[in-house]
């Protein structure tokens, strides 16, 4: 049987305290967009999408699910995610990226998202150096990373550790709502090239706000 070509979702996720007040559209936001990659591994029968879910807070780094295949993916409840403490983000990235390289084959793209409304104030592990070229590597593999936040100076954070592609959104429901559309849309943007044998290192997710995004 002819291996599918994977697209790995890895989505970094703050989980810091000042995140509670949108607690309960991150967790419905994150089990649409559930909904939404599984109707795109549908429209394309050669890829096999898979979400690995974590979320971080100065407690640690939490993994939800692992290169899991979007169909077997459980929900997001309010038991399992819990804002609290500080924001290492630095930690939770390199964390991430190191533990999903652990699982790739082949043939493979992997889609960053990260999803943040405070820039790094408690890493140990990593310095913003070491992401910095952790990233400028992988943008030269398979690997489309975004940078979603609020509340902070996101441009300047992202671009700090080469992240190109920003989303700013407004912190209420209905901009966490536009910002988790948005990783559905890129999902499909990066699906779409591979199927079509366009080279995803092209895309430019920054300026593809549609009508919705502008609202």
């Known amino acids: 049987m002819k291996n599918k070509h994977q697209v790995h979702n890895l989505i970094i996720l703050d989980e810091s305290g000042s995140m509670e007040m949108i607690k309960k559209t991150v967790i419905q936001g994150f089990n649409e967009l559930v909904q939404t990659i599984r109707g795109t591994e549908k429209q394309f029968p050669d ?3 898979l979400i690995t879910l974590a979320s971080f807070n100065g407690l640690g780094q939490k993994v939800h699910h ?4 979007v169909s077997k993916i459980n929900e997001l409840h309010e038991d399992s995610y819990n804002p609290d403490a500080s924001t290492p983000l630095y930690d939770a990235i390199g964390f991430s990226i190191n533990k999903l390289k ?7 793209n992997v889609i960053v998202t990260i999803l943040t409304d405070g820039e790094e104030n408690a890493s140990k592990e990593y310095s913003g150096e070491q992401i910095k070229k952790l990233i400028e590597d992988l943008k030269q ?3 489309t990373f975004t940078y979603i936040g609020t509340d902070h100076d996101v ?3 992202a671009s700090a550790i080469s992240i190109n592609n920003t989303f700013v959104f407004e912190k209420n429901d209905d901009g966490l709502r536009r910002s988790f559309g ?10 779409n090239a591979i199927n079509s ?6 895309l430019d997710f920054s300026d593809n706000l549609d009508d919705n995004d502008k609202a």
Do not use: C, I
């Open 47 to 49: 890829q096999e999408h």
């Open 66 to 69: 692992f290169a899991e295949p």
């Open 102 to 108: 652990t699982v790739l084959r082949d043939k493979y």
């Open 141 to 143: 593999k398979s690997w």
């Open 155 to 157: 441009n300047y954070s």
């Open 182 to 191: 948005r990783m559905g849309r890129v999902n499909y943007e990066v699906s």
């Open 197 to 202: 044998n366009k080279d995803v290192a092209d």
